[in-house]
């Protein structure tokens, strides 16, 4: 029996077109959970959204939307995310900060800041956000802005989550550590993402649906008085 879906819970995973994001999605509608995707790259339908997170605007749009559909939302998923490979850290331009910022940090509190009230409501969410391996230590592929963006996302939650638990919302985080998925195929060579295998200890990198199974965890019952954590998922690879 599921410990997620009992037929009335409504999720949003953000950035549910590919990877880790649409993984979750799937998980989530096969646990009974109706889950609507929302990202960038997707049309707006029944149980999609298309939403640039940088926009605030469209952002506020789509959960004003929403709640006036379902009345309700239960689990928010922000899995958006973007990242440019490793360069020298002193030559990235202003630009590059923004762009990855304004996705991975700012996005994420974004989506946060327009699902927490109502959530509020009905007294009850559950939240998980995305960090990395490269927030809990160092990045070996992604570069100087998308470390300090995946720091951000982990601060932001344990921030937010000291302030709404008395809201019966609770807001966690999973740092995986490279995942295959189309960002990280998008960003490292064949040759990196061998030698980045044997690297770890299970010796392979992440399925995004190992990833997700995680994700499942933190917005089941089961993770009922877990708040403010970070979970990595990383196969041992410190």
Same mark, same amino acid.
């Given at each position: 029996? @599921?410990?997620?879906?009992?037929?009335?819970?409504?999720?949003?995973? =953000?950035?549910?077109?590919?990877?880790?994001?649409?993984?979750?999605? +799937?998980?989530?509608?096969?646990?009974?959970?109706?889950?609507?995707?929302?990202?960038?790259?997707?049309?707006?339908?029944?149980?999609?959204? #298309?939403? !640039? =997170?940088? !926009?605030?605007?469209? /952002?506020?749009?789509?959960?004003?939307?929403?709640?006036?559909?379902?009345?309700?939302?239960?689990?928010?998923? $922000?899995?958006?995310?973007?990242?440019?490979?490793?360069?020298?850290?002193?030559?990235?331009?202003?630009?590059?900060?923004?762009?990855?910022?304004?996705? $991975?940090?700012?996005? +994420?509190?974004?989506?946060?800041?327009?699902?927490?009230?109502?959530?509020?409501?009905?007294?009850?969410?559950?939240?998980?956000?995305? @960090?990395?391996?490269?927030?809990?230590?160092?990045?070996?592929?992604?570069? %100087?802005?998308?470390? #300090?963006?995946?720091?951000? /996302? &982990?601060?932001?939650?344990?921030?937010?989550?000291? @302030?709404?638990?008395? !809201?019966? &919302?609770? &807001?966690?985080?999973?740092?995986?550590?490279? +995942?295959?998925?189309?960002?990280? %195929?998008?960003?490292?060579?064949?040759?990196?993402?061998?030698?980045?295998?044997?690297? /770890?200890?299970?010796?392979?990198?992440?399925?995004?649906?190992?990833?997700?199974?995680?994700?499942?965890?933190?917005?089941?019952?089961?993770?009922?008085?877990?708040?403010?954590? =970070?979970?990595?998922? $990383?196969?041992?690879?410190?």
């Amino acid at each position: 029996m @599921s410990t997620i879906g009992n037929g009335h819970r409504v999720a949003v995973v =953000v950035g549910a077109s590919s990877g880790i994001g649409r993984a979750t999605a +799937t998980l989530l509608q096969n646990e009974g959970v109706f889950t609507i995707s929302l990202a960038r790259r997707l049309e707006n339908t029944d149980s999609t959204r #298309c939403c !640039d =997170v940088r !926009d605030e605007h469209a /952002v506020m749009a789509v959960f004003r939307d929403l709640a006036l559909q379902f009345g309700r939302l239960d689990i928010l998923v $922000n899995c958006a995310g973007i990242a440019s490979p490793a360069t020298d850290p002193l030559t990235h331009q202003i630009e590059e900060w923004e762009t990855i910022l304004q996705t $991975n940090l700012i996005g +994420t509190y974004l989506c946060c800041k327009y699902a927490i009230p109502i959530m509020q409501r009905h007294k009850y969410g559950r939240i998980v956000n995305i @960090s990395s391996i490269a927030g809990r230590s160092y990045s070996r592929t992604a570069s %100087l802005p998308y470390t #300090c963006s995946k720091y951000g /996302v &982990i601060g932001l939650t344990r921030q937010l989550a000291s @302030s709404f638990g008395q !809201d019966g &919302i609770t &807001i966690n985080c999973v740092s995986p550590s490279h +995942t295959k998925s189309e960002m990280l %195929l998008a960003n490292v060579a064949q040759e990196q993402i061998d030698a980045l295998s044997t690297a /770890v200890p299970l010796r392979r990198l992440a399925e995004p649906k190992e990833v997700a199974q995680t994700i499942c965890f933190l917005v089941s019952e089961a993770a009922s008085y877990i708040t403010g954590a =970070v979970l990595d998922v $990383n196969g041992g690879q410190l």
